[in-house]
């Protein structure tokens, strides 16, 4: 599926105000009369954004309020699902095996909420989200983050701030105090 046809709508016809409630009950809709199957993966938020002539923003949040009343599946390839699906094929685990399986937030702070009001009892996410909910976390594995940018922005005036940035110890100590992090490779700079 691609884009905003699903959906069987004209951007024209979209209110000045309430453009998230709108687009939600429009996907809901969908769900509801079987445009939009179970499983079937959302536009990519982007696209839908473009086709319908609205903020990115928008098509987010719709998205979580359906996630949150359960009615809706998040874009696979998210990092977090990405390693899920690996660690379960490395288990020979089958995804259909797995309750709540086809249930997938947006964020890892949605992940967190979800498990903390008890619509779930587990999920994947970052070790500062389940702090921020009071929730106990296990470690799965480590991930690097890297920055990507053109060579030539290395030395550029304008990213000159963001290296100042990385090299404090007042901004490094705060990334650690989220929880998760490692910042010992923070600053440094791959050619």
Known sequence: ?????FLQLSPGAAPVRGLTG???????????DGRLRAGTPLPAT??????LGVSRGVIV???????DEG?????PGAGTRVLLDHELRRCGIAPDAVSGYA??????????????????DAGMGIMAAARA??????????EPYDLVLDAEMLEDPVTAPLWDLLGQPGFRAAV????????GETGRRIR
Request: glycine share 8%.
């Open 1 to 5: 599926m691609t884009g905003a046809d």
């Open 22 to 32: 709108w687009l939600a009950d429009a996907i809901r809709a969908a769900i509801m």
């Open 46 to 51: 982007r696209l839908l954004a473009g086709d």
């Open 61 to 67: 949040e719709a998205y979580q309020r359906l996630a």
């Open 71 to 75: 009615l809706v599946s998040a874009r």
């Open 103 to 120: 249930r997938e937030e947006h964020t890892h702070l949605a992940v967190a909420a979800a498990v903390a009001a008890g619509r779930a």
């Open 133 to 142: 909910f009071g929730l106990d976390f296990v470690p799965v594995t480590r």
């Open 176 to 183: 650690k105090a989220l929880g998760g992090y490692h910042t």
